[in-house]
């Protein structure tokens, strides 16, 4: 008989950004300000996202589309990649992302696609620490993850290259 694997995640849930501590609370916000910044003129689908330093800098991303759709690219992935461009040997301490659409409200926690958790576990490993993650709609419930894997717990890493 074939053995069972039980993987089990454990995720916070907040009513609103109210009840996240105050250095979060100013993460989302600064999220939300890069989310309006998005280029999603064709999805309508407007994404932000900020990563908070250990130095304490915020490093702000937001979705950019382009009309050879695949060449887009998510805002926790142009996030991600500004800060290992700028700042490669800072670590990442928290992730706020929050999702707005043109077309109607979402007041559900947007999570981050699975290509970005791929894209964000590379991150955990190369930094050996965790990044906590928030993630929210426009408004409403926040979902924290205290790490990547929680939301990719079979990680491809580079173990197996
Ligand atoms: N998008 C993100 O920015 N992050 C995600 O995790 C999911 C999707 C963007 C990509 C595209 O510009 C738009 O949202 C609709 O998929």
Do not use: W
Request: a neutral charge.
């Amino acid at each position: 008989m074939a053995k069972k694997i039980i993987i089990k995640t454990e995720l916070e849930v907040f009513e609103s950004i109210s009840e996240l501590p105050s250095s979060i609370q100013n993460l989302m916000n600064k999220a939300h300000e890069a989310r309006e910044n998005a280029y999603a003129p064709y999805s309508h689908f407007k994404v932000g996202a900020t990563l908070l330093l250990e130095s304490g800098e915020i490093i702000p991303g937001n979705n950019q589309e382009n009309a050879a759709y695949p060449s887009g690219l998510c805002a926790e992935r142009v996030a991600i990649y500004h800060a290992g461009a700028v700042y490669p040997s800072q670590k990442i301490v928290s992730l706020a992302i929050t999702a707005r659409s043109l077309k109607k409200v979402i007041t559900d926690p947007i999570p981050p696609c699975g290509a970005c958790r791929q894209a964000l576990v590379e991150y955990e490993i190369k930094q050996d620490s965790n990044i906590e993650t928030y993630f929210m709609g426009e408004s409403g419930k926040v979902i924290k993850a205290s790490s990547i894997k929680d939301l990719l717990p079979l990680v491809f890493n580079k173990e197996y290259l």
